[in-house]
């Protein structure tokens, strides 16, 4: 089946003129009548009536022009919605990010420029989120602390610093300016799991200075830790980009080595070009 001669004959039956069908078309009135003269020559078939003043459909044409109408209806159709995401009118983003504070104000920007896009947003650790870009399940992520690696595409967002998040009433909560790292020697503390980004940055900075805090509580989650400060069971550790304001805790930005971590924006280098990526990563810029 030749789908040209199909368009040819559904450009004359919605147009009713083979003139018109060709400027529908943006080819010559004879292409047009050739197509639809071989269309019905080959299957032998009268689809149209020619007279002086117009072309009119036979039984059989009426019948195809139904079929060829929804059938070429339908590809106006994609048509109209692939263009539509081209242009960014629509179109679904999947993003990952290792903590809500840096990529809400993101997403609000993404929104504002280009509100017909919608977003699906999954939170995780580190690892989860790494690893839901690397299996496509997302198409950009917020990450911490990621190694370079072949076919992963980097932009950086930045630094963040740790700080130790006291209760309010604390002896060390007072002072405003940085709080040095061994003033947390022997101190009771309520940390994230050993596995979080911010837990691994923080025993690392203590073991360059032979700091050995007294570990109490480990915990899964960022606001578990803030609950458990705020109920004095210990001092804790949280990123600058991760500060709420919360009456019952104080935030003292730590001081020393080591005590940054980097936060990037990635995407599969082979889908870097695609245009509701491209738009994301400009977001970042």
Known sequence: ?????LRAFDAVAREGSFTR?????????????????????????TLLRRTARRVEL?????????????????AEEAQAMLEANRQLLTGRLEVA????????????QLRARFPGITVNLRLGNAQETLAALLSEHADVALLTEVE????????SLGDSRLCALLPVDHPLAGAADDLAIDALDRQIMVLREPNSITRRTFDQACALVQVQPRVLLELDSREAVTEAVAARLGIGIVSSVELAHDPRVVARPLAGEGLLNRHMIGCLERRRELRL?????????
């Not at 990010?97 to 609000?108: C, E, F, S």
């Not at 370079?148 to 932009?155: A, I, N, V």
């Open 1 to 5: 089946m030749n789908l040209f001669q």
């Open 21 to 45: 069908a060709a400027a529908r078309l943006f080819i010559s009135q004879p292409a047009v009548t050739g197509h639809v003269k071989a269309l019905e020559e080959h299957y032998q078939i």
């Open 58 to 74: 036979t039984e059989e044409g009426t019948r195809l022009a139904a079929i060829t109408r929804a059938m070429f209806g339908m």
């Open 97 to 108: 990010a290792d903590g809500p504070h840096r990529v809400m104000p993101m997403l609000a």
């Open 148 to 155: 370079p690696r072949k076919g992963l595409y980097l932009q």
């Open 277 to 285: 990526i491209q738009a994301f990563l400009g977001l970042a810029a």
